[in-house]
């Protein structure tokens, strides 16, 4: 099936691969979204659509621009113009934290957490700052005592209960991309942004991490960037993809995985003569 850049092959389904009900309303969406730099446009004319309680994937060959569209979404960068609305609210011109406070967190390509801190001290801290008391760490151990229990609520969430009492720098690679999405869901989000949750994992650490991301999904929207596409046929509800920062494509995982221009993308191959049965 072909697909035009802004085109959607959802349809009326009324499920998703994995059981999930669609809902239909937007949360997420851009109009015209550009970022240049010094005449070099790493983003163009980015016309996207998430809907609520959806998991979005958002693909695409190296260099398409994918984490400098979630740095747009999520104001690490200005765009050179466009707009960008979420829940309804222009949130073009407003800074990283401003847009965190409104439920819009994101996770980052590169693992970040405190690697001299406990696990749960991790997962603390970000429940420190999402209730204004960021400074309570100069306070006695007895206070910040009251942010354990749901700390240890959210670190079983994640698989990590065991880990709770280890410094973080401990922790294999894998578990502490899930220690990171504790300390995310601390924030209390309302959508769930994830850059390349499962880069350089062992495939015990990929399911691990799937499995995660559909509970943490449950009530929230996920917007994730991921070069893992058996990671985003199993996840996601729709794709978009995106080439030299503009959306080629957007559809179902079966629909944008037979788009010939797709198959040029990510294969090299010629779009007239690409065939209809190859997957990207």
């Known amino acids: 099936m072909r697909l035009d850049c802004n085109g959607d092959s959802g349809g009326g389904a009324a499920t998703n691969n994995w059981g999930r009900p669609r809902v239909v309303d937007t949360i997420l969406e851009t109009e015209g979204l550009t970022k240049e730099f010094r005449g070099f446009a790493a983003v163009s004319d980015v016309r996207l659509q998430v809907r609520r309680g959806s998991i979005h994937g958002l693909i695409g060959p190296n260099g398409a621009g994918k984490t400098t569209c979630f740095n747009l979404l999520t104001k690490f960068l200005p765009p050179t113009r466009g707009v960008i609305r979420y829940d309804g609210r222009d949130i073009t011109g407003m800074k990283p934290a401003e847009v965190a406070r409104l ?12 690697p001299n801190l ?31 229990d749901r700390a240890l609520e959210l670190l079983e969430d994640v698989g990590l209960t065991g ?22 869901l601390a924030l209390d989000p309302v959508m769930l942004l994830l850059d390349e949750p499962t880069a350089g994992m062992t495939h015990e650490d990929v399911d691990r991490i799937v499995a995660l991301v559909k509970r943490v999904a449950a009530g929230r929207t996920v917007l994730l960037v991921e070069h893992n596409l058996k ?34 993308a990510y294969l090299g191959t010629d779009p007239t003569i690409a065939g209809g049965s190859q997957n990207v």
């Open 103 to 114: 439920g819009l967190v994101r996770s980052f390509q590169i693992s970040a957490v405190f």
């Open 118 to 148: 406990t696990v749960l001290e991790n997962v603390r801290l970000a429940l420190q700052r999402q209730r204004g008391g960021s400074f309570d760490f100069w306070r006695g151990e007895n206070l910040l005592r009251q942010y354990d």
């Open 163 to 184: 880990y709770a009492r280890l410094t973080a720098g401990q922790l294999p690679y894998g578990r502490k991309r899930a220690l990171e999405i504790a300390t995310t």
């Open 231 to 264: 990671v985003v046929e199993g996840l996601c509800d729709t794709i978009t993809v995106l080439t030299r920062g503009r959306v080629l494509a957007q559809g179902d995982y079966a629909s944008v995985s037979r788009n010939p221009e797709v198959q040029a």
